[in-house]
């Protein structure tokens, strides 16, 4: 028996002979092994497969949403995304259907608005199945302070909840807007702007990643270091990995040795 090396809610998935469940920390069997797979606990819910059907189940392995399912997402803002018979749709926890089975793909809701995919083309509903956004674009990111990223002609700008362009589509990728700023690229580099659009952080990063605390990791020249909004360097290019995780903590990797650093912020 192994335990993957992350909890779900102070829960450990656990694994033997193929079969998966739930322990405590001192390795007691919460939920049996009897699934085929699990994925974490997200708002007191995990995701988990069963006799090749997926559902959900609370953290003392009561079943909250039967094994019915061909997919199942995650809970947010009180629904789930989950596809039957070829098409998804949403529902709550008591499985009843919010949003009905009529699309070719969905995705969390976000903000009040989710995405839907429908004959390969993407836009945004409410809770209400009503249509906020047509579905017109190629691809699209959920919404985030706002706003949200779409691809159209293969050039990505950003909209807001009204479809109404915020930022044109002049870039080749991008992210979602945190903490204000969102990672765009251009020209084959990385860098940030403002909801304006505003370049504040320049297109000179071969990776980004978002803010947090004022901070990210970012790639130059092969290496990994640390930038503030400014485009301050925080700790300087020299890890082969990185990752910033909030609260002034870090996951870094060197010659590979890999170590925990603290930043100030």
């Not at 007191?44 to 559902?55: D, E």
Request: charge should be negative; proline fraction near 3%.
């Amino acid at each position: 028996m192994r335990a993957k090396n992350y909890d779900n809610g102070n829960l450990l998935i656990i694994q033997k002979d193929g079969k998966y469940g739930f322990a405590d920390k001192k390795k007691n069997i919460v939920v049996p092994l009897i699934y085929d797979d699990v994925d974490n606990f997200d708002e007191g819910l995990a995701k988990v497969k069963k006799n090749g059907k997926y559902g959900l189940i609370y953290p003392n392995g009561n079943v909250a949403i039967p094994f019915i399912y061909d997919d199942i997402g995650d809970f947010a803002e009180g629904l789930v995304n989950a596809g039957k018979d070829g098409k998804y749709g949403f529902i709550d926890e008591d499985n009843n259907i919010v949003v009905p089975f009529m699309y070719d793909y969905t995705f969390p809701f976000s903000e009040e608005l989710a995405t839907v995919q429908k004959d390969g083309k993407m836009g945004f509903i409410d809770r209400n199945n009503n249509l906020v956004i047509p579905i017109m674009y190629s691809d699209v990111g959920f919404i985030s302070e706002g706003l949200a990223w779409v691809e159209k002609e293969g050039k990505y700008g950003f909209i807001d909840r009204d479809n109404n362009i915020a930022v044109s589509f002049m870039y080749d990728s991008a992210e979602f807007f945190h903490e204000g700023l969102a990672e765009v690229k251009k020209d084959g580099k990385w860098g940030f702007i403002d909801k304006d659009n505003n370049t504040i952080i320049p297109f000179i990063y071969d990776k980004t990643d978002y803010f947090k605390d004022g901070i990210t990791d970012v790639k130059k020249d092969d290496k990994y270091g640390f930038i503030d909004k400014n485009n301050n360097i925080v700790v300087p290019f020299i890890y082969d990995k990185c990752l910033y995780v909030g609260g002034g903590i870090a996951y870094v990797e060197k010659d590979n040795k890999s170590e925990r650093i603290r930043i100030k912020i």
